[in-house]
């Protein structure tokens, strides 16, 4: 399965159970982490972690949302398969342990419901 074909089957998953959505939309989205310790706001929204790799200056990445809570270095993410396109709802405490940090990017698919 290509990237693409399991991104939409994460969110046809994720949609499947929600009575008002009829189709969805997956729009690519990047930020900017800028400080060891950062939140976004989600406003309800779901997003797909999309990042190809995390950054060699990190030690450890933690990141946890209304549903989801995940960890991972940079070794260990780059050995993850399927595991490693996870799901955030409503909002994303960014945690980083680096020793030194320098500001790092992620990448992410937010998908777009389109209720009937």
């Given at each position: 399965?290509?990237?693409?074909?399991l991104l939409h089957t994460i969110a046809k998953d994720r949609i499947?159970?929600?009575?008002?959505?009829?189709?969805?939309?997956?729009?690519?989205?990047v930020i900017r982490v800028t400080s060891p310790d950062m939140s976004l706001d989600l406003k309800n929204d779901m997003w797909i972690l999309n990042t190809k790799g995390l950054s060699?200056?990190?030690?450890?990445?933690?990141?946890i949302s209304s549903d989801n809570v995940f960890t991972s270095t940079p070794e260990e993410y780059d050995l993850?398969?399927?595991?490693?396109y996870q799901?955030?709802?409503?909002?994303?405490?960014?945690?980083t342990q680096a020793?030194?940090?320098?500001?790092?990017r992620l990448e992410?698919?937010?998908?777009?419901?389109h209720r009937n």
């Open positions: 399965m290509n990237t693409s074909e499947a159970g929600l009575r008002t959505i009829d189709s969805y939309q997956l729009k690519p989205t060699n200056s990190i030690d450890e990445l933690d990141m993850m398969d399927e595991y490693r799901v955030f709802t409503d909002y994303i405490d960014i945690k020793e030194n940090f320098k500001p790092y992410f698919v937010k998908i777009i419901p």
